[in-house]
Protein backbone atom coordinates (compact mmCIF):
# COMPACT_ATOMS: atom_id res chain seq x y z
CA UNK A 1 0.00 0.00 0.00
CA UNK A 2 3.09 2.18 0.23
CA UNK A 3 3.72 2.24 -3.20
CA UNK A 4 0.30 3.10 -4.04
CA UNK A 5 -0.55 6.40 -1.94
CA UNK A 6 2.82 7.13 -3.50
CA UNK A 7 1.39 6.66 -6.32
CA UNK A 8 -1.87 8.61 -5.82
CA UNK A 9 -0.19 11.53 -3.57
CA UNK A 10 1.97 12.20 -7.02
CA UNK A 11 -0.93 11.70 -9.23
CA UNK A 12 -3.25 14.26 -6.83
CA UNK A 13 -0.20 16.74 -7.00
CA UNK A 14 0.26 16.20 -10.96
CA UNK A 15 -3.91 16.69 -11.15
CA UNK A 16 -3.22 19.94 -9.46
CA UNK A 17 -0.62 21.46 -11.82
CA UNK A 18 -2.59 19.87 -14.51
CA UNK A 19 -5.65 22.07 -14.12
CA UNK A 20 -3.81 25.44 -13.48
CA UNK A 21 -1.84 24.80 -16.27
CA UNK A 22 -4.40 23.36 -18.74
CA UNK A 23 -6.71 26.36 -17.64
CA UNK A 24 -3.89 29.04 -18.46
CA UNK A 25 -2.27 27.43 -21.27
CA UNK A 26 -5.92 26.91 -23.36
CA UNK A 27 -6.09 31.25 -22.41
CA UNK A 28 -2.80 32.15 -23.67
CA UNK A 29 -3.47 30.15 -27.07
CA UNK A 30 -6.85 32.53 -27.02
CA UNK A 31 -4.47 35.98 -26.56
CA UNK A 32 -1.97 34.83 -28.87
CA UNK A 33 -4.28 33.82 -31.60
CA UNK A 34 -5.92 36.97 -31.10
CA UNK A 35 -2.90 38.83 -31.22
CA UNK A 36 -0.87 37.11 -34.22
CA UNK A 37 -3.68 36.45 -36.43
CA UNK A 38 -4.25 33.57 -38.27
CA UNK A 39 -1.18 33.54 -40.25
CA UNK A 40 1.36 34.37 -38.08
CA UNK A 41 -0.12 31.67 -35.70
CA UNK A 42 0.01 28.84 -38.44
CA UNK A 43 3.78 29.73 -38.73
CA UNK A 44 4.87 29.99 -35.44
CA UNK A 45 3.46 25.92 -34.81
CA UNK A 46 4.80 25.19 -38.35
CA UNK A 47 8.16 26.41 -37.26
CA UNK A 48 7.67 25.19 -33.90
CA UNK A 49 6.20 21.63 -34.97
CA UNK A 50 9.43 21.17 -37.48
CA UNK A 51 11.80 22.22 -34.32
CA UNK A 52 9.90 19.54 -32.53
CA UNK A 53 9.79 16.67 -34.85
CA UNK A 54 13.48 17.69 -35.75
CA UNK A 55 14.95 17.54 -31.83
CA UNK A 56 12.42 14.25 -31.12
CA UNK A 57 10.72 15.06 -28.40
CA UNK A 58 12.12 16.02 -24.80
CA UNK A 59 9.47 13.55 -22.90
CA UNK A 60 10.97 10.65 -25.45
CA UNK A 61 14.24 10.87 -24.82
CA UNK A 62 14.23 11.01 -21.07
CA UNK A 63 12.46 7.08 -21.03
CA UNK A 64 15.80 6.16 -21.86
CA UNK A 65 17.45 7.66 -18.65
CA UNK A 66 14.18 7.52 -16.45
CA UNK A 67 14.27 3.57 -17.56
CA UNK A 68 17.67 2.96 -16.42
CA UNK A 69 17.40 4.53 -13.45
CA UNK A 70 14.10 3.39 -12.03
CA UNK A 71 15.31 -0.10 -13.04
CA UNK A 72 18.36 0.43 -10.75
CA UNK A 73 16.34 1.80 -8.07
CA UNK A 74 14.03 -1.46 -8.33
CA UNK A 75 17.72 -3.19 -8.23
CA UNK A 76 19.04 -0.87 -5.17
CA UNK A 77 21.68 -0.50 -7.00
CA UNK A 78 23.13 3.08 -6.20
CA UNK A 79 26.35 2.59 -7.71
CA UNK A 80 24.71 2.08 -11.06
CA UNK A 81 23.04 4.99 -10.80
CA UNK A 82 24.80 6.77 -10.43
CA UNK A 83 26.87 5.92 -13.14
CA UNK A 84 23.69 6.13 -15.64
CA UNK A 85 23.03 9.53 -14.93
CA UNK A 86 26.74 10.68 -15.76
CA UNK A 87 26.60 8.78 -18.66
CA UNK A 88 23.70 10.22 -19.26
CA UNK A 89 24.83 13.47 -19.53
CA UNK A 90 27.58 12.86 -21.26
CA UNK A 91 25.46 11.61 -24.21
CA UNK A 92 22.61 14.15 -24.45
CA UNK A 93 25.27 16.73 -24.29
CA UNK A 94 27.05 15.27 -27.28
CA UNK A 95 23.26 14.74 -29.02
CA UNK A 96 22.46 18.40 -27.88
CA UNK A 97 24.99 19.36 -30.25
CA UNK A 98 24.62 17.38 -33.05
CA UNK A 99 20.90 17.87 -33.23
CA UNK A 100 21.30 22.06 -33.38
CA UNK A 101 23.85 21.32 -36.00
CA UNK A 102 21.59 19.24 -37.96
CA UNK A 103 18.57 22.10 -37.52
CA UNK A 104 20.99 25.18 -38.94
CA UNK A 105 21.23 22.90 -41.87
CA UNK A 106 18.11 21.65 -42.52
CA UNK A 107 17.23 25.28 -42.23
CA UNK A 108 19.04 26.22 -45.25
CA UNK A 109 17.11 23.87 -47.42
CA UNK A 110 13.47 24.85 -45.23
CA UNK A 111 13.28 28.07 -46.37
CA UNK A 112 14.28 27.37 -49.94
CA UNK A 113 10.87 27.06 -51.68
CA UNK A 114 9.60 24.01 -49.27
CA UNK A 115 7.71 25.00 -46.43
CA UNK A 116 4.61 27.51 -48.24
CA UNK A 117 5.15 31.05 -46.51
CA UNK A 118 4.44 33.98 -48.00
CA UNK A 119 7.17 35.75 -49.06
CA UNK A 120 6.76 38.75 -46.68
CA UNK A 121 6.87 36.35 -43.46
CA UNK A 122 9.92 34.56 -44.42
CA UNK A 123 12.14 37.13 -42.84
CA UNK A 124 10.77 36.72 -39.73
CA UNK A 125 10.15 32.61 -39.80
CA UNK A 126 13.89 32.49 -40.40
CA UNK A 127 14.54 34.47 -37.38
CA UNK A 128 12.19 32.31 -34.87
CA UNK A 129 13.97 29.29 -36.44
CA UNK A 130 17.45 30.26 -35.53
CA UNK A 131 16.48 30.99 -31.73
CA UNK A 132 14.46 28.00 -31.14
CA UNK A 133 17.39 25.66 -32.63
CA UNK A 134 19.56 27.12 -29.93
CA UNK A 135 17.31 26.17 -27.36
CA UNK A 136 16.86 22.89 -28.65
CA UNK A 137 20.63 22.27 -27.14
CA UNK A 138 18.44 23.16 -23.57
CA UNK A 139 15.54 20.79 -23.97
CA UNK A 140 17.87 17.91 -24.45
CA UNK A 141 20.59 18.18 -21.55
CA UNK A 142 17.44 18.65 -19.32
CA UNK A 143 16.75 15.06 -19.92
CA UNK A 144 18.63 13.23 -17.37
CA UNK A 145 17.68 15.42 -14.72
CA UNK A 146 14.10 15.36 -15.55
CA UNK A 147 14.58 11.25 -15.62
CA UNK A 148 16.03 11.57 -12.32
CA UNK A 149 13.18 13.74 -10.58
CA UNK A 150 10.54 11.25 -12.66
CA UNK A 151 12.72 8.21 -11.20
CA UNK A 152 13.10 9.60 -7.64
CA UNK A 153 8.96 10.00 -7.97
CA UNK A 154 10.06 13.26 -7.41
CA UNK A 155 6.30 14.72 -8.98
CA UNK A 156 6.11 18.10 -6.82
CA UNK A 157 9.11 19.68 -7.93
CA UNK A 158 7.89 18.66 -11.53
CA UNK A 159 4.97 20.29 -10.95
CA UNK A 160 6.24 24.01 -9.60
CA UNK A 161 8.34 23.83 -12.59
CA UNK A 162 5.63 23.43 -14.80
CA UNK A 163 3.48 26.07 -13.41
CA UNK A 164 6.30 28.46 -13.45
CA UNK A 165 6.63 27.69 -16.88
CA UNK A 166 2.99 28.19 -17.59
CA UNK A 167 2.69 31.91 -16.22
CA UNK A 168 6.07 33.27 -18.17
CA UNK A 169 3.79 31.43 -21.50
CA UNK A 170 0.53 33.64 -19.98
CA UNK A 171 2.99 36.88 -19.46
CA UNK A 172 4.20 36.44 -22.87
CA UNK A 173 1.29 36.43 -24.55
CA UNK A 174 -0.50 39.54 -22.99
CA UNK A 175 2.93 41.21 -23.61
CA UNK A 176 2.17 40.89 -27.25
CA UNK A 177 -0.50 43.77 -26.84
CA UNK A 178 1.77 46.22 -25.91
CA UNK A 179 5.36 44.99 -28.37
CA UNK A 180 5.41 47.21 -31.04
CA UNK A 181 8.19 44.95 -32.79
CA UNK A 182 7.08 42.44 -35.08
CA UNK A 183 4.82 40.56 -32.85
CA UNK A 184 6.51 37.12 -34.36
CA UNK A 185 9.99 37.03 -33.85
CA UNK A 186 8.72 38.79 -30.30
CA UNK A 187 6.51 36.04 -29.59
CA UNK A 188 9.22 33.40 -30.81
CA UNK A 189 12.23 34.78 -29.18
CA UNK A 190 10.46 34.82 -26.07
CA UNK A 191 9.34 31.15 -25.91
CA UNK A 192 12.50 29.84 -26.55
CA UNK A 193 14.01 31.63 -23.77
CA UNK A 194 11.69 29.46 -21.32
CA UNK A 195 13.06 26.38 -22.32
CA UNK A 196 16.85 27.79 -20.84
CA UNK A 197 14.88 29.01 -17.51
CA UNK A 198 13.39 25.78 -17.14
CA UNK A 199 16.60 23.71 -17.81
CA UNK A 200 18.27 25.82 -14.99
CA UNK A 201 15.33 25.36 -12.22
CA UNK A 202 15.91 21.43 -13.32
CA UNK A 203 19.30 21.11 -12.91
CA UNK A 204 20.36 23.34 -10.07
CA UNK A 205 17.42 21.50 -7.63
CA UNK A 206 18.60 17.83 -8.83
CA UNK A 207 22.28 19.02 -7.64
CA UNK A 208 21.70 19.78 -4.50
CA UNK A 209 19.20 17.31 -3.78
CA UNK A 210 20.56 13.91 -4.83
CA UNK A 211 24.23 12.48 -4.77
CA UNK A 212 24.42 10.50 -7.66
CA UNK A 213 23.46 13.86 -9.68
CA UNK A 214 27.26 15.03 -10.19
CA UNK A 215 29.64 16.49 -12.95
CA UNK A 216 32.40 13.49 -11.57
CA UNK A 217 33.72 11.16 -14.08
CA UNK A 218 31.55 13.37 -16.69
CA UNK A 219 33.95 12.99 -19.42
CA UNK A 220 35.31 9.60 -18.66
CA UNK A 221 32.51 7.45 -20.01
CA UNK A 222 31.96 3.60 -18.65
CA UNK A 223 32.16 1.85 -22.05
CA UNK A 224 29.47 -0.74 -21.08
CA UNK A 225 27.15 1.78 -19.89
CA UNK A 226 27.02 3.52 -22.75
CA UNK A 227 26.46 1.06 -25.08
CA UNK A 228 23.50 0.29 -23.03
CA UNK A 229 22.15 3.26 -22.74
CA UNK A 230 22.97 4.26 -26.30
CA UNK A 231 21.40 1.04 -27.74
CA UNK A 232 18.45 1.95 -25.65
CA UNK A 233 18.50 5.19 -26.51
CA UNK A 234 18.37 4.83 -29.64
CA UNK A 235 15.84 2.70 -30.79
CA UNK A 236 13.54 4.53 -28.76
CA UNK A 237 14.49 7.65 -30.50
CA UNK A 238 13.77 6.25 -33.26
CA UNK A 239 10.35 4.92 -32.30
CA UNK A 240 9.90 8.84 -31.15
CA UNK A 241 10.99 10.17 -34.59
CA UNK A 242 8.45 8.09 -35.64
CA UNK A 243 5.42 9.92 -33.49
CA UNK A 244 6.65 12.60 -33.93
CA UNK A 245 7.06 12.68 -37.58
CA UNK A 246 4.08 11.64 -38.21
CA UNK A 247 2.22 13.97 -36.27
CA UNK A 248 4.30 17.08 -37.56
CA UNK A 249 4.81 15.27 -40.99
CA UNK A 250 0.78 15.61 -41.75
CA UNK A 251 0.92 19.68 -40.59
CA UNK A 252 3.68 19.67 -43.46
CA UNK A 253 1.69 17.91 -45.78
CA UNK A 254 -1.37 20.02 -44.95
CA UNK A 255 0.61 23.00 -46.30
CA UNK A 256 1.63 21.69 -48.97
CA UNK A 257 -1.67 21.09 -50.22
CA UNK A 258 -4.01 24.18 -48.62
CA UNK A 259 -1.29 26.58 -47.17
CA UNK A 260 0.11 27.93 -44.12
CA UNK A 261 -3.69 29.43 -42.69
CA UNK A 262 -4.57 25.37 -42.56
CA UNK A 263 -1.79 24.82 -39.92
CA UNK A 264 -3.63 27.40 -37.75
CA UNK A 265 -6.79 25.11 -37.29
CA UNK A 266 -3.97 21.67 -37.30
CA UNK A 267 -2.20 24.11 -34.29
CA UNK A 268 -5.17 24.76 -32.38
CA UNK A 269 -6.47 20.79 -32.50
CA UNK A 270 -2.77 19.51 -31.80
CA UNK A 271 -3.53 21.81 -28.77
CA UNK A 272 -6.29 20.64 -27.04
CA UNK A 273 -5.10 17.16 -27.88
CA UNK A 274 -1.98 17.31 -26.23
CA UNK A 275 -3.63 19.82 -23.27
CA UNK A 276 -6.23 16.71 -22.98
CA UNK A 277 -3.84 14.15 -22.70
CA UNK A 278 -2.44 15.67 -19.51
CA UNK A 279 -4.82 13.91 -17.96
CA UNK A 280 -4.05 10.36 -19.06
CA UNK A 281 0.02 11.47 -19.36
CA UNK A 282 -0.33 12.90 -15.60
CA UNK A 283 -1.51 9.47 -14.16
CA UNK A 284 1.46 7.25 -16.45
CA UNK A 285 4.17 9.75 -15.01
CA UNK A 286 3.18 8.93 -11.34
CA UNK A 287 2.71 5.00 -12.37
CA UNK A 288 5.80 4.92 -14.88
CA UNK A 289 8.06 4.53 -12.06
CA UNK A 290 6.80 1.62 -9.94
CA UNK A 291 6.09 -0.51 -13.76
CA UNK A 292 10.33 0.10 -14.33
CA UNK A 293 10.87 -1.09 -10.70
CA UNK A 294 8.79 -3.92 -10.63
CA UNK A 295 10.58 -5.20 -13.87
CA UNK A 296 13.93 -4.26 -12.37
CA UNK A 297 13.02 -6.30 -9.25
CA UNK A 298 12.01 -9.32 -11.31
CA UNK A 299 8.09 -9.04 -10.68
CA UNK A 300 7.28 -9.37 -14.13
CA UNK A 301 3.05 -10.11 -13.27
CA UNK A 302 3.58 -6.85 -10.90
CA UNK A 303 4.54 -5.10 -13.84
CA UNK A 304 1.89 -6.53 -15.95
CA UNK A 305 -0.64 -5.85 -13.55
CA UNK A 306 0.53 -2.43 -13.33
CA UNK A 307 0.44 -1.66 -17.14
CA UNK A 308 -3.03 -3.23 -17.78
CA UNK A 309 -4.41 -0.90 -14.80
CA UNK A 310 -2.48 2.26 -16.39
CA UNK A 311 -3.87 1.39 -19.73
CA UNK A 312 -7.45 1.77 -18.26
CA UNK A 313 -6.96 4.40 -16.31
CA UNK A 314 -5.00 6.40 -18.98
CA UNK A 315 -8.16 5.47 -21.17
CA UNK A 316 -10.97 6.68 -18.95
CA UNK A 317 -9.02 9.85 -17.32
CA UNK A 318 -9.00 11.51 -20.88
CA UNK A 319 -12.64 10.16 -21.89
CA UNK A 320 -14.33 11.42 -18.38
CA UNK A 321 -13.54 15.19 -20.54
CA UNK A 322 -13.06 14.25 -23.78
CA UNK A 323 -15.84 12.77 -24.38
CA UNK A 324 -18.38 15.79 -23.45
CA UNK A 325 -15.99 18.00 -25.42
CA UNK A 326 -16.20 16.36 -28.35
CA UNK A 327 -19.50 16.65 -28.75
CA UNK A 328 -19.88 20.25 -27.72
CA UNK A 329 -17.10 21.10 -29.45
CA UNK A 330 -18.09 24.15 -31.84
CA UNK A 331 -19.80 26.24 -28.57
CA UNK A 332 -16.25 25.55 -26.49
CA UNK A 333 -14.78 27.01 -29.56
CA UNK A 334 -16.53 29.39 -30.07
CA UNK A 335 -16.57 30.49 -26.28
CA UNK A 336 -12.51 29.88 -26.37
CA UNK A 337 -11.68 31.55 -29.44
CA UNK A 338 -14.36 33.65 -30.84
CA UNK A 339 -13.50 33.63 -34.20
CA UNK A 340 -12.67 29.96 -35.86
CA UNK A 341 -10.26 29.13 -38.37
CA UNK A 342 -11.69 27.09 -41.24
CA UNK A 343 -12.12 23.21 -40.38
CA UNK A 344 -10.73 23.61 -36.59
CA UNK A 345 -14.10 21.88 -35.19
CA UNK A 346 -13.75 18.23 -37.51
CA UNK A 347 -10.10 18.96 -36.36
CA UNK A 348 -10.24 19.23 -32.91
CA UNK A 349 -12.75 15.89 -33.07
CA UNK A 350 -11.10 13.24 -34.68
CA UNK A 351 -7.51 14.45 -32.52
CA UNK A 352 -9.12 13.06 -29.42
CA UNK A 353 -10.60 10.32 -31.04
CA UNK A 354 -7.20 9.16 -31.80
CA UNK A 355 -5.66 10.03 -28.74
CA UNK A 356 -8.26 7.88 -27.52
CA UNK A 357 -7.45 5.31 -29.36
CA UNK A 358 -3.54 5.58 -28.63
CA UNK A 359 -5.02 4.98 -25.00
CA UNK A 360 -6.26 1.52 -25.67
CA UNK A 361 -2.76 -0.15 -25.26
CA UNK A 362 -0.84 3.40 -23.20
CA UNK A 363 0.35 0.71 -20.65
CA UNK A 364 1.71 -1.45 -22.98
CA UNK A 365 4.31 1.09 -24.19
CA UNK A 366 5.23 1.82 -20.66
CA UNK A 367 5.57 -2.47 -19.90
CA UNK A 368 8.11 -2.58 -23.32
CA UNK A 369 10.33 0.12 -22.30
CA UNK A 370 10.19 -1.31 -18.58
CA UNK A 371 11.19 -4.97 -20.72
CA UNK A 372 14.09 -2.97 -22.23
CA UNK A 373 14.17 -5.39 -25.62
CA UNK A 374 12.65 -2.67 -27.65
CA UNK A 375 14.94 -2.92 -31.43
CA UNK A 376 12.07 -4.27 -33.66
CA UNK A 377 8.97 -3.06 -31.32
CA UNK A 378 10.43 0.23 -32.15
CA UNK A 379 10.79 -0.17 -35.77
CA UNK A 380 7.27 -1.76 -36.59
CA UNK A 381 5.00 0.21 -34.26
CA UNK A 382 7.09 3.24 -35.47
CA UNK A 383 6.78 2.33 -39.38
CA UNK A 384 3.45 1.91 -39.11
CA UNK A 385 2.70 5.26 -37.33
CA UNK A 386 5.23 6.79 -40.27
CA UNK A 387 3.06 4.75 -43.07
CA UNK A 388 -0.11 7.47 -42.14
CA UNK A 389 1.83 10.56 -44.08
CA UNK A 390 2.02 8.45 -47.67
CA UNK A 391 -1.65 7.33 -46.97
CA UNK A 392 -2.60 10.81 -46.49
CA UNK A 393 -0.25 12.38 -49.25
CA UNK A 394 -2.21 10.04 -51.36
CA UNK A 395 -5.39 10.74 -50.48
CA UNK A 396 -4.86 14.16 -50.88
CA UNK A 397 -3.26 13.76 -54.08
CA UNK A 398 -5.49 10.97 -55.74
CA UNK A 399 -8.93 12.29 -54.65
CA UNK A 400 -10.88 15.09 -53.81
CA UNK A 401 -11.62 14.15 -49.91
CA UNK A 402 -11.46 17.43 -47.63
CA UNK A 403 -8.39 18.14 -45.62
CA UNK A 404 -9.97 16.60 -42.51
CA UNK A 405 -9.54 12.86 -44.08
CA UNK A 406 -6.06 13.58 -43.05
CA UNK A 407 -6.91 13.21 -39.99
CA UNK A 408 -9.54 10.46 -40.62
CA UNK A 409 -6.54 8.14 -41.45
CA UNK A 410 -4.90 9.65 -38.20
CA UNK A 411 -7.74 7.64 -35.83
CA UNK A 412 -7.13 3.84 -38.46
CA UNK A 413 -3.11 4.27 -38.05
CA UNK A 414 -3.62 4.83 -34.52
CA UNK A 415 -6.17 1.52 -33.96
CA UNK A 416 -3.80 -0.58 -36.68
CA UNK A 417 -0.64 0.42 -33.81
CA UNK A 418 -3.00 -0.55 -31.07
CA UNK A 419 -3.08 -4.01 -32.52
CA UNK A 420 0.33 -4.18 -33.26
CA UNK A 421 1.56 -3.33 -29.39
CA UNK A 422 -0.94 -6.09 -27.99
CA UNK A 423 0.60 -8.63 -30.13
CA UNK A 424 4.15 -7.60 -28.80
CA UNK A 425 3.50 -7.79 -25.65
CA UNK A 426 2.14 -11.09 -26.09
CA UNK A 427 5.50 -12.95 -27.73
CA UNK A 428 7.69 -10.67 -25.58
CA UNK A 429 6.26 -10.25 -22.28
CA UNK A 430 3.61 -13.34 -22.29
CA UNK A 431 0.80 -10.85 -22.19
CA UNK A 432 -2.26 -12.67 -22.59
CA UNK A 433 -4.42 -10.81 -24.87
CA UNK A 434 -7.91 -12.92 -23.88
CA UNK A 435 -7.02 -11.57 -20.36
CA UNK A 436 -6.02 -8.27 -21.51
CA UNK A 437 -9.44 -8.40 -23.52
CA UNK A 438 -11.59 -9.20 -20.25
CA UNK A 439 -9.75 -7.02 -17.81
CA UNK A 440 -9.70 -3.76 -20.17
CA UNK A 441 -10.76 -3.62 -23.44
CA UNK A 442 -14.58 -5.11 -22.53
CA UNK A 443 -14.59 -2.61 -19.48
CA UNK A 444 -13.60 0.31 -21.35
CA UNK A 445 -16.26 -0.41 -23.79
CA UNK A 446 -18.98 -0.96 -21.67
CA UNK A 447 -18.02 2.32 -19.28
CA UNK A 448 -17.97 4.51 -22.72
CA UNK A 449 -21.02 3.11 -24.23
CA UNK A 450 -22.62 4.45 -21.23
CA UNK A 451 -20.83 7.80 -21.01
CA UNK A 452 -21.38 8.37 -24.94
CA UNK A 453 -24.85 7.60 -24.79
CA UNK A 454 -25.78 10.22 -22.07
CA UNK A 455 -23.51 12.99 -23.88
CA UNK A 456 -26.14 12.14 -26.89
CA UNK A 457 -28.92 12.82 -24.80
CA UNK A 458 -28.22 15.58 -23.44
CA UNK A 459 -26.84 17.17 -26.81
CA UNK A 460 -30.50 16.32 -28.41
CA UNK A 461 -32.80 17.11 -25.40
CA UNK A 462 -31.31 19.90 -23.90
CA UNK A 463 -31.26 23.21 -25.21
CA UNK A 464 -29.88 26.44 -23.34
CA UNK A 465 -27.19 29.53 -23.57
CA UNK A 466 -23.55 27.74 -22.80
CA UNK A 467 -24.74 24.57 -22.52
CA UNK A 468 -21.44 23.08 -22.76
CA UNK A 469 -20.97 24.20 -19.14
CA UNK A 470 -23.38 21.67 -18.15
CA UNK A 471 -22.15 18.62 -20.27
CA UNK A 472 -19.39 18.97 -18.73
CA UNK A 473 -20.09 19.19 -15.70
CA UNK A 474 -22.64 16.51 -15.64
CA UNK A 475 -20.88 14.43 -17.59
CA UNK A 476 -18.35 14.30 -15.10
CA UNK A 477 -20.75 13.22 -12.60
CA UNK A 478 -22.30 10.57 -14.47
CA UNK A 479 -18.88 9.55 -15.53
CA UNK A 480 -17.04 8.81 -12.00
CA UNK A 481 -19.78 6.09 -10.98
CA UNK A 482 -19.81 4.66 -14.47
CA UNK A 483 -16.32 3.60 -14.52
CA UNK A 484 -16.33 2.66 -10.66
CA UNK A 485 -19.08 0.15 -11.20
CA UNK A 486 -18.46 -0.96 -14.99
CA UNK A 487 -15.01 -0.13 -15.65
CA UNK A 488 -13.29 -1.43 -12.39
CA UNK A 489 -12.70 -4.92 -11.17
CA UNK A 490 -13.18 -5.93 -7.82
CA UNK A 491 -9.43 -6.04 -7.16
CA UNK A 492 -9.10 -2.15 -8.39
CA UNK A 493 -12.12 -0.85 -6.69
CA UNK A 494 -10.98 -2.49 -3.06
CA UNK A 495 -7.22 -0.53 -4.19
CA UNK A 496 -8.83 2.40 -4.72
CA UNK A 497 -10.85 2.38 -1.78
CA UNK A 498 -7.93 2.03 0.00
CA UNK A 499 -5.98 4.51 -1.08
CA UNK A 500 -8.85 7.41 -0.47
CA UNK A 501 -9.36 6.17 2.93
CA UNK A 502 -5.48 6.35 3.77
CA UNK A 503 -5.43 9.43 1.89
CA UNK A 504 -8.32 10.83 3.87
CA UNK A 505 -6.75 9.68 7.01
CA UNK A 506 -3.47 11.50 6.51
CA UNK A 507 -5.29 14.88 5.71
CA UNK A 508 -8.04 14.85 8.96
CA UNK A 509 -4.67 13.62 10.71
CA UNK A 510 -3.25 17.07 9.39
Given at each position: ????????????????????????????????????????????????????????????????????????QGKKDYNKQKQVFTNSLFLHIL???????????????????????????VHSAKIIYHYMAVTVFFTVIAVPFTGLLIAHENIWWVAIVNIVETFLKLAIAVSLFYIEFD???????????????????YAV??????????????????????????????????GALCGMGRNQGLALILNLFFGAVINAAYGIASQVGAQLLFFSRTMLSALNPQIMKSEGSGDRERMLRLSMMASKFGLFLLAIFAIPIIFEMPSIL???????????????????????????????????QAYGDIKYYQII???????????????????DFPPYSVLVSYVFIEFCACVLRLIFAKYKLKLSIKKYFENVIFKEIIALGIIILFNILVVECIEMPYRFGFTLIVSFLISLPTIYVFGLNSAERLMLNGIINKLRLKIFKS
Open positions: MQASSRVALNTFILYGRMILTMGISLYSTRIVLKALGDLDYGIFNLIAGTIVMLSFLNAAMSTASQRYLSFHLGILIVILLEIAGLFLFDGFLNIPESRKLITYGVLSASITIITFFLFSFKRYSECTFENLFKPEKNSIRELTSFAGWNLIRFWLNDIPDHTIIFCRLVLIGSLTNQLTIGIQSAMVGGMLLFNLPLAYAILKFS
